[in-house]
T-cell receptor, first 111, second 118 residues
Framework: NAGVTQTPKFQVLKTGQSMTLQCAQD?????MSWYRQDPGMGLRLIHY???????DQGEVPNGYNVSRSTTEDFPLRLLSAAPSQTSVYFC??????????FGQGTRLTVV | AQTVTQSQPEMSVQEAETVTLSCTYD???????LFWYKQPPSRQMILVIR??????QNATENRFSVNFQKAAKSFSLKISDSQLGDAAMYFC???????????????FGKGTKLSVKP
C-alpha cells in the first residue's frame, strides 16, 4: 500500500536550473495538490488538480508548472530556480470523503 | 475566503499531562471537514483526527480528542497523557465538504510547535 510517493527527498539546485518533483498516488484519488512549507507560514497551496487534464493555480503559483496527464501522476516543475523557492514541498491527494494523504516531502535548497 | 488561525506558535507540556491546542476558522459554509495533522521531525504529515461539521459529537482517537464548537468556529485539540513521541508541529486544516474546483482545497493554519518535557 504505497499511498503517495514523492521524489526526491532532498535536492540542491543552482539559481536558474530547472527540475521536476515527482508525485504519484495509487489510491485513485481525483484530487491532487502541491504545497510549500516555509517557517511560520504553514502550508501554502501552489497548484492543484481535480482530475486528469485539469489543473489550476493556488495561492503561490509563480515559478511553478504542473500537468496531470493521468489520475496517478502530478509532477511539479520549477522552470528557473530562485533562492526564494528554497522550501519544503509536499504533494497530497484526496478523494471526496477522505482526508488528504501526503508524500514524504522534498527539501529543496536553491543556491 | 476561508481562513484558519492557530494563535499559539509554541506550546510546552510535561510528560503524562494534558495540553490543548487552539484553532479557529472562518467560513460561510455549513458543511465542511476539519483536521488536525501532526508533523514530527521526520517531516511526514500524519492525520491525527478529523471532524465532519454535521456531526455534533466530538471526534476522539485514543489520547486525542477535539472540542468542536461550530457556532464559535473553534476546533481545539486535546492531548491527554502526553508522551515524548507527541512532540511535533501540529497543523489545523479546513476543507469544504461541497466538492468542486478550489472548494476541495485544504486550508492550513500556521502550526503550533509542541514540546514535551520528560
Amino acid at each position: 500500500n504505497a499511498g503517495v510517493t514523492q521524489t526526491p527527498k532532498f535536492q540542491v539546485l543552482k539559481t536558474g536550473q530547472s527540475m521536476t518533483l515527482q508525485c504519484a498516488q495509487d489510491m485513485n484519488h481525483e484530487y491532487m495538490s502541491w504545497y510549500r512549507q516555509d517557517p511560520g507560514m504553514g502550508l501554502r497551496l501552489i497548484h492543484y488538480s481535480v482530475g486528469a487534464g485539469i489543473t489550476d493555480q493556488g495561492e503561490v503559483p509563480n515559478g511553478y508548472n504542473v500537468s496531470r496527464s493521468t489520475t496517478e501522476d502530478f509532477p511539479l516543475r520549477l522552470l528557473s530556480a530562485a533562492p526564494s523557492q528554497t522550501s519544503v514541498y509536499f504533494c497530497a491527494s484526496h478523494s471526496v470523503n477522505t482526508e488528504a494523504f501526503f508524500g514524504q516531502g522534498t527539501r529543496l535548497t536553491v543556491v | 475566503a476561508q481562513t484558519v488561525t492557530q494563535s499559539q506558535p509554541e506550546m510546552s507540556v510535561q510528560e503524562a499531562e494534558t495540553v490543548t491546542l487552539s484553532c479557529t476558522y472562518d467560513t460561510s459554509e455549513s458543511d465542511y471537514y476539519l483536521f488536525w495533522y501532526k508533523q514530527p521531525p521526520s517531516r511526514q504529515m500524519i492525520l491525527v483526527i478529523r471532524q465532519e461539521a454535521y456531526k455534533q459529537q466530538n471526534a476522539t482517537e485514543n489520547r486525542f480528542s477535539v472540542n468542536f464548537q461550530k457556532a464559535a468556529k473553534s476546533f481545539s485539540l486535546k492531548i491527554s497523557d502526553s508522551q515524548l513521541g507527541d512532540a511535533a508541529m501540529y497543523f489545523c486544516a479546513y476543507r469544504d465538504m461541497n466538492y468542486g474546483g478550489s472548494q476541495g482545497n485544504l486550508i492550513f493554519g500556521k502550526g503550533t510547535k509542541l514540546s514535551v518535557k520528560p
